[in-house]
Nanobody, 121 residues
């Protein structure tokens, strides 16, 4: 029903920046929220940032100030600006979209394929 395509991951040095993008497509009726999660080997997937279609944002305290989430509702795209990257930020980053999509009658969560972010020291 919904496909998410991520881009922007890669290898950067500590202190560097990356900008991730995630474009949603498919039989989308409306998008309620978009967000980014990350998962490192042996660890649980954790929330990085979230944003509603209205622009309200949510960040963990540990990341607030370094990461910024934004979206373009017209393009069904969400972005994650990552600054002052640290080696501990190394993980696979996943895009998440909560959307109402045909033929469903109720919003559901959809996930991107993940993009690798590696920060070298």
């Amino acid at each position: 029903q919904v496909q998410l395509v991520e881009s922007g991951g890669g290898l950067v040095q500590a202190g560097g920046s990356l900008r991730l993008s995630c474009a949603a497509s498919g039989s989308i009726i409306s998008i309620n929220a978009m967000g980014w999660y990350r998962q490192a080997p042996g660890k649980q997937r954790e929330l990085v940032a979230g944003i509603t279609s209205g622009g309200s944002t949510n960040y963990p305290d540990s990341l607030k100030g370094r990461f910024t989430i934004s979206r373009d509702n017209a393009k069904n795209t969400v972005y994650l600006q990552m600054n002052s990257l640290k080696p501990e930020d190394t993980a696979v980053y996943y895009c998440n979209v909560r959307a109402l999509a045909a033929p469903s009658f109720r919003p559901a969560d959809y996930w991107g394929q993940g993009t690798q972010v590696t920060v070298s020291s």
